[in-house]
């Protein structure tokens, strides 16, 4: 037997206004949930890129480093291989000029170059010819020089030329003076 | 008066207080700090990228110098690297003398990053002019060779017997490595 009119409504215990009170925090905190999870995974992403960079950065300063050092090796390299080739060149010149200087009457038999001095050895065919044309120049270029004359068996003269720069301390015994 | 509120209108306000709370206490507990070390970590990071993009350049500008620089000097490189060989020297410079003998290497000295071979050389040449000739060819050779004193000339029948000294520089390999170890040992101290 009926006592109402309208069929009754099922009792639940999520009513209307439950689901919407739910449905509105659930959506917010999944939300909040999803940043917070946004935020530590890029955390985790900011650390793991710092290492990178720390890691490249250091590469990078072993090789900024290397390099410098390369390039100092090639400029030391430069710089030395220019004061080696300029010591040949100037060699060359002051070799050419030495035989340059030594006159067409005068005869050389041995020459020594020294870091600080010549020695030459030669025939002349009399002291004066050697005094005016050979004594002469070197005495411009050297500050030290001293000859000595040894008779020859045809009349000239042979002649040890000895010449250093001021620095060196020359042994008076081993050379006799030139007679001025 | 008495107030009849449902017991359903009371639970679901109670919930929603614990889950406003929930809400608040997480947004501004935990989020909104993380947020600021986002934000401060985010900042860093730009400058770090930053830095290391300047280190980058600076990087490929030292890389462009050092290029340069070899490729304008790569014959004096290499004559660094050369070992001296005196059978290819002789055979090289055998134009120049009548007669040409290298003693051994017998020195060795180092000056900084180099190393120092001196050989001891006789040789007999027709005319001073080969002499200066070799000494202007001896600047382009496969080696960075410095002709020293003492030098002698004597005359020996129609020719001149010459002896002179050349020191042979070359580039130490183990400086490099030391220098780059000490470096890197440094790097790791700071």
């Known amino acids: ?180 | 008066m008495k107030i009849n509120i449902p017991r359903q209108t009371i639970f679901l306000l109670g919930l929603s207080t614990f889950l406003l709370l929930f809400v608040f206490i997480f947004s501004f507990g935990v989020l909104i700090p993380k947020g600021k070390e986002y934000r401060i970590q985010n900042t860093e990071q730009k400058k770090e990228k930053k830095d290391l993009r300047a280190y980058q350049a600076f990087n490929d500008e030292k890389i462009a110098n050092i290029n340069l620089l070899r490729e304008n000097n790569k014959v004096i490189i290499s004559a660094f690297d050369n070992e001296f060989n005196p059978i290819k020297f002789k055979k090289e410079y055998k134009e120049y003398f009548s007669r040409l003998d290298i003693s051994e290497q017998i020195t060795v000295t180092a000056k900084d990053e180099f190393e120092i071979y001196e050989v001891n050389t006789t040789s007999e040449i027709n005319s001073p002019k080969s002499f200066y000739n070799f000494l202007e060819s001896i600047n382009k050779s496969a080696w960075i060779i410095k002709i020293d004193f003492p030098i002698n000339f004597k005359r020996y029948n129609e020719n001149i017997t010459s002896s002179f000294t050349m020191k042979v520089h070359k580039i130490k390999k183990k400086s490099k490595t030391t220098e780059i170890t000490k470096v890197k040992n440094e790097l790791f101290e700071d």
């Not at chain 1, 480093?65 to 004061?83: F, P, R």
């Not at chain 1, 009457?105 to 010819?129: C, Q, V």
């Not at chain 1, 004594?135 to 040890?160: C, D, E, M, Q």
């Not at chain 1, 250093?164 to 007679?179: A, G, I, L, M, S």
């Open chain 1, 1 to 180: 037997m009926k006592y109402s009119f309208i069929t009754p409504r099922k009792k639940t215990a999520l009513t209307q206004e439950l689901k919407l009170v739910l449905g509105f925090f659930s959506m917010t905190i999944f939300m909040l949930i999803a940043t917070y999870l946004f935020l530590v995974f890029k955390e985790y992403q900011f650390t793991k890129n710092k290492a990178d960079i720390v890691q490249k950065r250091y590469e990078l300063k072993i090789a900024i480093e290397d390099m410098k050092q390369q390039i100092g090796y090639i400029n030391n390299e430069v710089a030395l291989s220019k004061e080696i080739y300029n010591h040949n060149s100037l060699l060359k010149e002051s070799i050419t000029n030495l035989f340059d200087l030594i006159p067409s009457r005068i005869t050389l038999s041995e020459a020594k170059l020294l870091e600080n001095g010549l020695i030459l050895y030669g025939i002349t065919p009399s002291k004066d010819t050697y005094n005016f044309m050979l004594h002469a120049p070197l005495r411009s270029i050297f500050h030290k020089t001293y000859t000595s004359f040894y008779p020859a068996k045809n009349g000239w003269y042979r002649f040890v030329s000895t010449n250093y720069v001021e620095t060196v301390e020359v042994k008076e015994e081993e050379v006799t003076e030139d007679e001025d």
